[in-house]
């Protein structure tokens, strides 16, 4: 039985941890050792789920630039190694790709595993999980450390076969295959743009002309420009920050960020592109900027993946997460024509009642959430941002040749005047039990508020409709905080409606409310 607590690792449906020192108080809790135990729960679980022997089992292996995930990925082989399973070590990969490798003919994996904390700091990193169905749930993830944690449950691989071990540099290891993933992956993803565009002049080079900025952040997405792109024709010289780098020197690579959005703006505006694209560390998330140097993120990249899907799906179903905003069910029911569930943060959240509509005969084509998770029916439901790039790529293309920009497709799209956020820490060692505790007394009191309304049906936390603005507040899904999400149509109506939520909240002395100051 191991001593350590691999449930402290686990973060909804990934792993996550501390593999470097160098931050002060953090102290590594995720080495070689526990990825070579996680990989051994790993490799049980997908020997139950199939039925196959371990020997015919085939996983690929792949990591963003993160300092430690060559360590990692080495303890990773050697968790696996001995017991037969064919491992394909993809290197410098995305997530979205890893999971393709079950998909494409060239590998049929039975599961990959990506070594990434997506957007975390440089010392941070992890594991997400896929087999040939998609990305684990959250609880797959508990049963493979149930197994990682027992000695006794990983008996049932049987012992390691020392004999396959191979020298190399100097120590014994379990060997793997070097195999060039992403240049698969970035052939798929080319194809698709010249059947998308099917230019009439130039088929080969349907991005003739167009002036692309794509910021990586560093992280593993430099491969969008270089190997997909400026094959195309698209100019991609103004691009920045497109080199791996896993200390993240410049911003972080996080579509959320403030300062990655207003640097990808400002070099798209500056360099005159026709559009701008930006991935997170692992490239399951993008957001964009138009050819004026505006932001196409959160609630506006919601709705041009949902415009995209509009054409094709009249009246489909589009799942986001809680807090997208009014103007936004406006837009995809009166200005797309499709519906709009607004369901709870988590991008497996989304996608998974997603996948739930569809099975009860609901059509669903698009799960998304604000932090540009997109998901589409037509792509296994697979949140990749460097598809979403695509689609996009494809219909600025077709849009070019028509004289029109980007930005027509959201242009009626409205957008509030103030939208806020505070953070609101909660102080209570339980502090589940003590953040639901306040959201029910909430509900009850906004009941009573005659400047209040209930937002029904609502999924997630509770939200409370005011004139002209509304707010959410909810639990966060991992950590011990109440997010509370404010909009308004008015300059100063986020500091209205927290000055009427203050009262209520002040009652809680376990809530750290200096964070509503910022609003």
Not at 447 to 462: A, F, I, R, Y
Request: glycine share 10%; charged share 25%.
């Amino acid at each position: 039985m191991s001593e350590f607590d691999f449930k402290k690792l686990q973060n909804g449906s990934d792993i996550r941890g501390i593999a470097l020192s160098g931050v002060p108080g953090e102290f590594p809790n995720l080495t070689n050792t526990e990825a070579e135990r996680l990989a051994k729960g790993y490799l049980l679980w997908l020997h139950n789920k199939t039925g196959k022997d371990t020997r015919d089992l085939k996983i690929s292996i792949g990591r963003d630039p993160r300092i430690s995930g060559q360590h990692l990925k080495n303890g990773l082989i050697m968790g696996m190694g001995g017991y037969g399973v064919t491992l394909l070590d993809c290197g410098l990969a995305s997530t979205p790709a890893m999971f393709m490798s079950t998909v494409f003919s060239e590998y049929q994996c039975d599961g990959a595993i990506m070594i990434t904390a997506s957007h975390l700091p440089y010392n941070r990193n992890g594991f997400k999980f896929f087999d040939k169905h998609g990305g684990l749930n959250k609880q797959d993830i508990a049963e493979i450390i149930e197994f990682a944690e027992s000695d006794e449950a990983l008996k049932a691989l049987g012992e390691p076969d020392t004999g396959l071990l191979v020298r190399d540099m100097g120590k014994n290891v379990y060997p793997s295959q070097d195999t060039d993933l992403m240049e698969t992956y970035c052939a798929h993803l080319r194809d698709l743009i010249q059947k998308g565009v099917s230019h009439p002049d130039s088929y080969e080079k349907p991005l003739t002309g167009l002036k692309i900025v794509v910021d990586a952040g560093n992280g593993s997405g430099g491969f969008y420009a270089k190997k997909v792109l400026a094959p195309l024709g698209a100019d991609i010289s103004d691009s920045q920050y497109l080199s791996p780098d896993g200390t993240f020197p410049n911003h972080a690579p996080n579509p959320e960020n403030r300062e990655a959005m207003d640097s990808v703006a400002m070099k798209t505006l500056s360099a005159g592109a026709d559009l701008g694209l930006i991935f997170d560390t692992d490239v399951d998330r993008s957001a964009a900027v138009d050819h004026r140097g505006r932001e196409i993120a959160r609630n506006s990249i919601v709705a041009l993946a949902a415009a995209l899907v509009a054409e094709d799906h009249p009246g489909s179903t589009v799942v986001t997460d809680s807090i997208t905003s009014d103007h936004l069910t406006v837009f995809l029911e009166k200005e797309l024509g499709l519906k709009h569930l607004r369901f709870k943060r988590g991008y497996k959240n989304v996608i998974n009642k997603a996948i739930e509509l569809n099975a009860s005969g609901t059509d669903c084509q698009l799960a998304i959430e604000t932090s540009g998770h997109a998901a589409l029916k037509e792509n296994y439901f697979l949140d990749d941002g460097a598809y979403l790039a695509t689609k996009i790529v494809i219909k600025t293309a077709l849009l070019r040749l028509q004289g029109k920009t980007l930005d027509s497709l959201i242009q009626s799209l409205k957008q509030p005047a103030e939208a806020k956020e505070a953070r609101i820490p909660i102080l209570a060692s339980d502090f589940g039990a003590y953040g639901g505790e306040v959201l029910d007394a909430l509900k009850g009191f906004a009941d009573k508020e005659p400047d209040m309304t209930l937002v029904s049906p609502n999924h997630e936390g509770v939200r409370i409709a005011f004139e002209g603005g509304w707010c959410l507040l909810r639990k966060s899904l991992h950590d011990p905080l109440l997010p509370l999400n404010l909009e308004s149509e008015k300059q100063g109506g986020c500091k209205e409606i927290r000055d009427q939520l203050k009262p209520f909240l002040q009652k809680y002395d376990l809530l750290d409310l200096s964070p509503l100051d910022q609003i």
